[in-house]
């Protein structure tokens, strides 16, 4: 069992920055998805297990640089540019399949970290 705890949501303004966090007990491909409320789930990036390899959503392409240490067993979600519609709990994943950027690529969920950004 893979345990994820996600870190370094809060509340900023339109324009603003944040960098979040996931602590993960184990080793594999790792992403972020977002779920914003009355919507689904959604991918916005994945890494792979030696981080050579980066996917994106199109909304966060070029905003969001997603990152990690293995030596730390920590990935690292970077947001620049932060735009309301970014507003969503932020869920770190891990799976073998997270390329597929859909929530049944993910096998493993943390419980969420709440991103706020105000226009």
Known sequence: QVQLEESGGGLVQAGGS???????????????????????????????????????????????????????????????????????VYYCAAGSRLFSRTIQGSDYWGQGTQVTVSS
Request: hydrophobic content about 40%; charged content about 25%; overall charge positive.
């Open 18 to 88: 944040l960098r979040l966090s996931c602590a993960s007990s184990a080793l594999d491909n790792m992403g972020w998805f977002r779920q914003a409320p009355g919507k689904e789930r959604e991918f916005v990036a994945a890494i792979s297990l030696r981080g050579g390899i980066t996917a994106y959503a199109d909304s966060v392409e070029g905003r969001f640089t997603i990152s990690r240490d293995n030596a730390r067993n920590t990935m690292y979600l970077q947001m620049t540019n932060l735009k309301p519609e970014d507003s969503a």
